[in-house]
Each structure stands twice: as structure tokens, then as C-alpha cells.
């Protein structure tokens, strides 16, 4: 019923080597969001004017969820030959408005 050294000894070597791996594999994924965001950050200063990239800062301050997805589709429209020039300001509150979800009106009457 008892463990031998040997036995304690296989089972610590095989839980360290099972951590080992799950922090090489934790690595590996930081490493390529890391790469992703980067990729994606050089696409954005490639296609946005400073002041565009300014205001969608501005945005990622607020709403967080809201400038990814902007930046998303924005990569999406350079990939698939949409945009070719540079977004200024006036363009970005465009997309931003247009992307923008739509807010109900919420009306309290007293009856």
C-alpha cells in the first residue's frame, strides 16, 4: 500500500516535466498574441494618419471591445483592397459612426 522512493521519485518527475510543458506552452501562445499585436499595431500606423491613430486610442480609453473590433475591420478592408490611402481624422469618426452599435431611446412616462 505504501509508495516506494522509486515510485514517489517517478511521480514527481512526471508532474514537474507535466508543468514544464504547460509553461513552454503558455510561452508559446504570450509569444505569437505578442507577434499578432504587433503585426496588427505596424498595419494600423501603416493606414491611419497620426491624428486617426490619436482619436482611436481615445476610443480603446472608453471602450476597449469597441476599438478592436474598429481595428479589425479596418485590417479587414486594407486585406481585401478597400482601403489604399492613408484614414485621416474625418474618415475614422465616419467608420466609427457607422460602426458604431445603435442606442434605443429609453422613455419613462409617469402614468
Known amino acids: 500500500m505504501y509508495m516506494t522512493n522509486d515510485e514517489l521519485e517517478g511521480i514527481r518527475r512526471k508532474k514537474l516535466e ?3 510543458q504547460e509553461q513552454i506552452r503558455i ?33 480603446r480609453t472608453t471602450r476597449p471591445s469597441f476599438a478592436d473590433q474598429v481595428e479589425l475591420q479596418l485590417i479587414a478592408l486594407v486585406q481585401s ?18 460602426l458604431q452599435p445603435k442606442k ?8
Open 18 to 20: 507535466e508543468l514544464k
Open 27 to 59: 510561452a508559446q501562445e504570450e509569444a505569437a498574441k505578442e507577434e499578432l499585436q504587433a503585426k496588427k499595431q505596424s498595419i494600423l500606423r501603416s493606414i491611419l494618419t497620426p491624428k486617426a491613430r490619436e482619436r482611436l486610442n481615445s476610443v
Open 104 to 111: 434605443k431611446d429609453i422613455n419613462i412616462r409617469r402614468i
Open 81 to 98: 483592397g478597400q482601403i489604399r490611402q492613408q484614414v485621416n481624422d474625418d474618415q475614422l469618426k465616419r467608420i466609427l459612426l457607422l
